[in-house]
C-alpha cells in the first residue's frame, strides 16, 4: 500500500480556486492508479475525479466536469486536483485515494489507501 497525506484544503468564497495536493509514499507511485473523492455532512462519500497511473487518462463526476482538473507528477509522487469556479456546494471533505494497477473506477471500496482528508469550504 501507500501512505497518502493531503493538503491544500480551505476556506474561500464562491467563485474561488484551490488545489488540493496528494503526496503519497511507500509503494511504487506510478503502479496507482489515483481518485478524488469528497464526503459532506451527512452525505455518503461520492467521486470527484480520476486519472490513470501514467496520467493519460482523467475521468470526472458531473458535478466536476468543466470546473476541477486532476493531474498527477510521478517523479513527485503526487497527485493534484485543481478546483476552479468553486460553489457552497462544493464544501466537503477531500479524500485522495490510490488503487493498484491500470484499472479506474469511481467506486471508493474499488481503492486500496486513503489519506485523512482536507476539508474544502465555500461561502456563499
Known amino acids: 500500500q501507500v501512505q497518502l497525506v493531503e493538503s491544500g484544503g480551505g476556506l474561500v468564497q464562491a467563485g474561488d480556486s484551490l488545489r488540493l495536493s496528494c503526496a503519497a509514499s511507500?509503494?511504487?507511485?506510478?503502479?496507482?492508479?489515483m481518485g478524488w473523492f469528497r464526503q459532506a455532512p451527512g452525505k455518503e462519500r461520492e467521486f470527484v475525479a480520476a486519472?490513470?497511473?501514467?496520467?493519460?487518462?482523467?475521468y470526472y463526476a458531473d458535478s466536476s466536469k468543466g470546473r476541477f482538473t486532476i493531474s498527477r507528477d510521478n517523479a513527485k509522487s503526487t497527485v493534484y486536483l485543481q478546483m476552479n469556479s468553486l460553489k457552497p456546494e462544493d464544501t466537503a471533505v477531500y479524500s485522495c485515494?490510490?488503487?493498484?494497477?491500470?484499472?479506474?473506477?469511481?467506486?471508493?471500496?474499488?481503492?486500496?489507501?486513503w489519506g485523512q482528508g482536507t476539508q474544502v469550504t465555500v461561502s456563499s
Open positions: 511507500g509503494r511504487t507511485f506510478s503502479s496507482y492508479s
Open positions: 486519472v490513470t497511473y501514467s496520467g493519460g487518462r482523467t
Open positions: 485515494a490510490a488503487k493498484f494497477g491500470m484499472i479506474v473506477t469511481t467506486t471508493p471500496a474499488s481503492f486500496d489507501s
